[in-house]
């Protein structure tokens, strides 16, 4: 922990928050969102949260995901290397995905586009299975006779 005077000349020490976000993202063994981590580490303001989460960005800690239209997710670097992510656009669930599944993907576009797939950062969006099989929201059935 680095300490540093504010403008005020208020000793200010500067890595507690880091250690206390990094340490709830390791016992939580799975993504969480920056709500989710501020929840787990109460004393720490949320705008303590955002910050803390930017520099271990920065520093190549953790690795931000996005998941569709919700909150981006955060998780340890090692682990966005080896996997990607799937989250069904209804419900919101998601799962993360050995990176095996999407080699198939990978040498396509490779082979095709010469474009290199990058599965850390998003989550390809889809239905899960339970979604799969209701019908659509915005779904509205055919009227019987002619047309």
Excluded: N, W
Aim: with cysteine; charged share 25%; proline share 7%.
């Amino acid at each position: 922990m680095t300490e540093r005077r504010t403008p005020t000349g208020r000793l200010h020490r500067r890595g507690r928050a880091r250690k206390q976000v990094l340490e709830a993202i390791v016992a939580a063994r799975q993504p969480l969102s920056a709500e989710e981590i501020a929840a787990l580490v109460p004393e720490v303001h949320v705008s303590s949260v955002y910050r803390a989460l930017a520099t271990l960005e920065e520093e190549g800690i953790v690795a931000h995901l996005h998941l569709g239209h919700g909150p981006s997710i955060y998780r340890l670097t090692d682990d966005a290397r080896h996997e990607g992510h799937i989250v069904c656009e209804r419900c919101g669930h998601h799962d993360a995905v050995p990176e095996e599944v999407f080699a198939g993907l990978a040498g396509e576009l490779r082979a095709r586009y010469g474009f290199e797939l990058d599965i850390s950062h998003f989550a390809v969006v889809g239905r899960c299975q339970r979604c799969a099989g209701e019908t659509p929201p915005h779904h509205h059935p055919a009227p019987d006779g002619p047309h």
